[in-house]
């Protein structure tokens, strides 16, 4: 393999990265485009908050409170050594609320209904129902990808509020039922050290995880190629760059929003 070939395949993959970068803001417009053209499918938007909300409530709840149990045994592990076991309940408040909670829901529904939603809308584009529909007359925009990109942005708030409640009492039976904590301390230094800028914190990251659970796994699944293989390919590529991606943007909006709160 000389010089030359070489040179032309990197060209080629920078060319399709490129591309496809901007193909996926072109279909970013689209579906933007059909959420605010009205009528609105409430029905199709209650059938994925379904599928997307309250099938993940289960999962969602279960992490949640094993979240904030471990977060007791390791608060009053570490506290312990400063003399500061008191401080327990508000650093499990504040880790779930500003971090945990946007970020775990956030990889746990990718996980769970991003893939699904992906494979979904894989298997209709590559058996041609997608293009049944357009012959139809009715935009796949408008029928597919609007619902489930407004159920992401509705759902994993939602859901991220769930979490957070329940990583609290879990924190709380752990702490105050198995560590000796006094439960009057844990909850008055829990109340006293959470803020309104910490919700609000919290709440934007869990939107904007939203919005790129929705955007990637839909995005993937209308764009994935021929047969099995490229519905196992798209599925994997969502999971993975919805991941990623969260966890980019979690360090970008926790820099932003606390240069924010403290200025």
Known sequence: MNFVSVTE?????????????????IFLAAVLKAIF???????????????IGVNSLLVISLIGLFTGAVLAVQGVYTLAKFGATGFTGSAIA???IRELGPVLTAL???????????????????????????????????????????AGLIAVPLLTS????????GGYL????????????????????????????????????????????????YTCGFGAVGVNKATTQAVVISSVAV??????LTSILTQIVFN
């Not at 990197?10 to 996926?24: D, P, R, Y």
């Not at 053209?37 to 599928?51: D, W």
């Not at 609000?200 to 839909?218: N, R």
């Open 9 to 25: 395949r990197l060209g080629a993959n920078v060319v399709e990265k490129i591309e496809g970068w901007g193909k996926s803001w």
């Open 162 to 169: 769930v979490f957070n409640v329940v990583g609290i009492f």
């Open 174 to 221: 752990v702490g105050v039922g198995l560590m000796d904590l006094n439960p009057g301390t844990f909850m008055s230094q829990m109340i006293s050290a959470v803020e309104t800028s910490d919700v609000v914190s919290g709440a934007v990251k869990s939107l904007v995880f939203g919005f790129i659970f929705g955007w990637v796994a839909c995005y993937k699944g």
């Open 94 to 96: 504040l880790s779930l």
């Open 108 to 150: 746990m529904v990718i996980g769970r209904a991003g893939s699904a939603i992906t494979a979904e809308i894989g298997i209709m584009r590559i058996t041609e129902q997608i293009d049944a529909l357009k012959s139809m007359a009715v935009d796949p925009m408008k029928y597919l990808m609007a619902p489930r990109m407004l």
């Open 247 to 252: 966890l980019i943007t979690d360090y970008f």
């Open 37 to 51: 053209t009205p009528p609105l499918r409430l029905r199709l938007l209650f059938v994925q908050l379904l599928q």
